[in-house]
């Protein structure tokens, strides 16, 4: 208190307003800064992701299943046509529609991979431990987030994101 019975303030430190973090990729959801990785609910610091690869994931399951039942019912087909000796009373159009059948499962597989094809993942080890990071089914999308990911592991490998130091160039003599 002073004499006058007002209280002093201390004096005021002048405000640090602080740096924003760099964005690197932000759409709902999904959010890479040079310092973190976000998906969802799930954060993980740049600087202790380590080993970054992308691979495809597992084909839809319903497409898998379709095959495998379609290719079971023209083999038990087969099977039993052959148990019973149809095979050898048919005629050269019912073995060229025998042969069509036989490449059902085929397009059903490449036409199940064009509707709902395998997704796309990026997997890194974070702290130890292999974690898939990302995972989508648009490719742009997962092109888009792979980089962000790698242009933040490289900010941080090379120094950080700040203007290079003034260098003075070299010039030859003349």
């Known amino acids: ?24 990729y932000s759409r709902p959801g999904i959010l890479v800064t040079a310092d973190r990785f976000t998906v969802g609910s799930t954060t993980w ?29 023209i083999a038990g087909i087969g099977v039993v046509l052959g148990f019973i000796g149809g095979l050898e009373r048919l005629t050269a159009r019912a073995y060229l529609a025998l042969g069509v059948v036989v490449l059902l499962p085929v397009l059903l597989a490449a036409l199940g991979d064009r509707w709902r094809p395998p997704p ?49 160039l070299w010039r030859p003599d003349r």
């Open 45 to 73: 610091q740049v600087a202790d992701i380590t080993h970054l690869h992308t691979t495809r994931g597992p084909h839809d399951r319903l497409a898998v299943r379709a095959v495998a039942a379609t290719a079971t019912v």
């Open 120 to 168: 796309y993942e990026l997997w890194g080890w974070y702290r130890g431990v292999e974690v898939l990071l990302f995972s989508s089914d648009d490719e742009r999308q997962f092109g888009q987030v792979s980089r962000a990911v790698r242009r933040a592991r490289e900010g941080l490998r090379y120094g950080g994101w700040g203007d290079p130091p003034a260098a003075d």
């Open 1 to 24: 208190m002073t004499r006058n019975g007002s209280a002093t303030r201390p004096p005021r430190s002048p405000r640090v307003t602080p740096v924003p973090p760099i964005l690197l």
